[in-house]
T-cell receptor, first 115, second 112 residues
């Protein structure tokens, strides 16, 4: 099955700086890569996603890049703000083998933005 | 989103007891999932369902049972709870399995 590795596990940045979280995946057939943000005590929420036919996608201060050859993708947050503090999860779609695709998640990155 | 709800929000149970966590969605999404979240392990898939009466095991299914008699409901049952099943459980759904999931608010389960 799919294996998703996420780094770093914790990240501290000064407010206004950029933050980068990196993920690698193992299944070359994976073609959809969402990112989720989870604030303390809340549910994970989708913040951005990218498909395998696209190399980069931006949404205001966040962007995701994908390198299919190297099987890695990254989340970039610019001009970080205290409200960006949360746990971020990357994920990749894998084929369960029964015609049904399922998300495999990385173990998460705890981002702390220091005012 | 209010469209997927989990109950109860918090539950304390004793070792050996049976407990059922409920998940209900109002979107008629075909796919539903149960994940558990533990520190250091991220989100791990327990069971998933592609449609009513179709369920399959995920990464960590042992000790859990699911059913899906109706599209909108996907209950998760711990047949004989153990302390290792202390966790936060999230239900999720999606219309098409190739798109992102929407998660419920979670159930924090403590087994004592």
């Amino acid at each position: 099955g799919e294996n998703v590795e996420q780094h770093p596990s914790t990240l501290s940045v000064q407010e206004g700086d950029s933050a980068v979280i990196k993920c690698t995946y193992s299944d070359s057939a994976s073609n959809y890569f969402p990112w989720y943000k989870q604030e303390l005590g809340k549910r994970p929420q989708l913040i951005i996603d990218i498909r395998s036919n696209v190399g980069e996608k931006k949404d205001q201060r966040i962007a995701v890049t994908l390198n299919k050859t190297a099987k890695h993708f990254s989340l970039h947050i610019t001009e970080t703000q205290p409200e960006d503090s949360a746990v971020y999860f990357c994920a990749a779609y894998s084929n369960s083998g029964a015609g049904s695709y399922q998300l495999t998640f990385g173990k998460g990155t705890k981002l702390s933005v220091i005012p | 989103d209010a469209g997927i709800t989990q109950s109860p929000r918090y539950k304390i149970t004793e070792t050996g007891r049976q407990v059922t966590l409920m998940c209900h969605q109002t979107w008629s999404h075909s796919y539903m999932f149960w994940y558990r979240q533990d520190l250091g392990h991220g989100l791990r898939l327990i069971y998933y369902s592609a449609a009513a009466d179709i369920t399959d095991k995920g990464e960590v299914p042992d000790g859990y049972v699911v059913s899906r008699s109706k599209t909108e409901n996907f209950p998760l049952t711990l047949e004989s709870a153990t302390r290792s099943q202390t966790s936060v459980y999230f239900c999720a759904s999606t219309l098409d399995s190739r798109y992102g999931y929407t998660f419920g608010s979670g159930t924090r389960l403590t087994v004592v």
